[in-house]
């Protein structure tokens, strides 16, 4: 009995002329096909279950080596598929039993299907992440309220601004983010602000105040940019990362699909 398979779901799409297609692998190097139903297309690859099947996933999802490599490379599939129209990203480790299954997936779900393309048709996402330095913020401040008075009055002025505006510097940092976040939200078509990473996981700095998804027209993705790098130069103490474009995966709308359990096991080869 040959080693057993589950079928790894990339993203979808409508339209995909795979003779087109560049030979390339998924997230076990395996080949990366298609498949069609109701007038959609699954872009998907055949991964061994003793690695990907459910009870594999579980443990694997713990191993952050293992995850990192695996969203790589799931990343690079569905940035391919992107360059041939527009793409519904799946998350990772959308995983199904065989081809019927996700045939079955795309006819019941064609409506959702339907609607996450066409609104992420001429559209890509942007991130936006913006790191505050408390003590810079504080230090602005203290210098806004000292202008204007002499050497020695600055002087006091700025020792017994200390304490007060530390206090406020988080809460200045806050109301800078919301304020970034809104007027980034008026040049997209759809914004979200995410969770914040855990510090752990920053490689720049510990304290972020703004991690925003923007949904953007592709015609507008100039101005998005010039706007984050005015907004940046209007908030001192702040430092706005502006990374993109990437598939929409935070307005595909779509995170709610997925196999039933069953499909997901690997049983079947």
């Known amino acids: 009995m040959g080693e057993q398979h589950v079928v790894w779901l990339y993203a979808v799409t409508r339209r995909l002329d795979f003779a087109q297609f560049p030979a390339t692998t998924g997230v076990a190097q395996e080949p990366v096909r298609i498949v069609e139903a109701a007038d959609l297309v699954a872009v998907v690859g055949s991964v061994g279950a003793d690695e990907f099947g459910e009870d594999a996933l579980r443990r694997n999802l713990e191993d952050l080596d293992w995850l990192e490599a695996t969203a790589r490379a799931h990343d690079a599939v569905v940035d391919l598929v992107t360059h041939f129209g527009p793409t519904v990203p799946l998350r990772l480790a959308t995983v199904y039993r065989d081809d019927d299954s996700v045939r079955a997936s795309l006819v019941a779900h064609r409506g959702e299907f339907d609607t996450a393309l066409r609104r992420v048709t001429g559209r890509t996402e942007w991130g936006v992440k913006g790191y505050a330095d408390p003590h810079s913020i504080a230090q602005h401040s203290i210098d806004e309220r000292a202008g204007g008075v002499g050497e020695g009055t600055a002087y006091l002025l700025r020792r017994r601004a200390v304490l007060s505006a530390q206090q406020a510097a988080e809460s200045k940092a806050a109301a800078n983010a919301h304020e970034i976040h809104e007027a980034l939200s008026r040049?997209?078509?759809?914004?979200?602000?995410?969770?914040?990473?855990?510090?752990?996981?920053?490689?720049?700095?510990?304290?972020?105040?703004?991690?925003?998804?923007?949904?953007?027209?592709?015609?507008?993705?100039?101005?998005?940019?010039?706007?984050?790098?005015?907004?940046?130069?209007?908030?001192?103490?702040?430092?706005?990362?502006?990374t993109g474009p990437w598939p929409p995966y935070s307005f595909a709308g779509v995170d709610q699909i997925s196999p039933q359990r069953p499909q997901a096991e690997g049983r079947q080869g």
């Open 187 to 242: 040049i997209a078509v759809v914004a979200k602000r995410q969770p914040v990473p855990h510090a752990q996981l920053l490689s720049k700095r510990a304290q972020i105040v703004l991690n925003g998804t923007y949904l953007v027209d592709n015609e507008r993705a100039d101005e998005f940019a010039d706007a984050v790098r005015a907004l940046d130069d209007q908030h001192p103490g702040i430092d706005l990362d502006l």
